[in-house]
């Protein structure tokens, strides 16, 4: 983040996030270069889609997937490349 203020200040924040429900749990991890590490835990079996947003309203599909393990890793490699980068994690029917 910059300010438009002289002279200009800028700052960098890092944080973790871990979403928890019943069923599936997403943690987000950054990782080496700005890339992030999400790391799907859930029931095996069961198939989840994992979406991607800058804005919070307009949400694209970032990659389907089966847990067949009770872990799934994936790693966003256009994280590194989008300054701001939301994400969810939903049950497909």
Excluded: C
């Excluded at 983040?1 to 979403?19: E, H, K, N, R, Y």
């Excluded at 943690?27 to 835990?41: A, F, R, S, V, Y």
């Excluded at 990659?63 to 980068?85: G, K, L």
């Amino acid at each position: 983040m910059t300010d438009g203020g002289s002279p200009a200040l800028s700052a960098t924040v890092t944080f973790q996030i871990a979403v928890t429900t019943d069923s599936y749990r997403l943690d987000i991890h950054p990782i080496i270069g700005g890339l992030m590490k999400l790391e799907i835990t859930g029931a095996t079996g069961v198939d989840y889609e994992l979406q991607k947003s800058a804005d919070l309203k307009a949400w694209d599909k970032l990659v389907d997937f089966r847990i067949t393990t009770s872990h799934y890793p994936f790693i966003d490699v256009e994280s590194a490349t989008n300054a701001v980068r939301f994400y969810r994690l939903q049950l497909k029917p």
